[in-house]
């Protein structure tokens, strides 16, 4: 071989082996990175089942929360109710006391 052409041999001697490396280190960078993309891919599945999670326990406490505001307004209802109930039997009952207290000193006589 020449002179001239081994100096035209170097280049392309050193691009195959440039290329040579660059596909061993591109074929670990793929490695590394499909690994990177499979986690990236298990932490999604995760936040996606966790957020549907989440979102069923929403929805259930919401319900409950519904649930619980009939019963209060139930029982507020009921409460007028008792309320009145009870105005009405105090009423009775000093009525009944006044009453009471006008007999006895009649009994006494």
Known sequence: MSQQSF???IPLLLIALSVAISSTALARDIGVEQ???????????????????????????????????????ELQDNQTVTNARLEKAKADLEAKEKALEQVWPERNK
Not at 45 to 67: C, F, G, L, W, Y
């Open 35 to 73: 690994r990177a993309a499979s986690a990236a891919r298990d932490k999604y599945n995760q936040a996606k089942s966790d957020a549907a999670d989440n979102m069923q326990k929403i929805s259930a406490q919401e319900k409950r929360v519904t649930d619980e505001q009939a019963r209060l307004k």
């Open 7 to 9: 100096k035209q041999f």
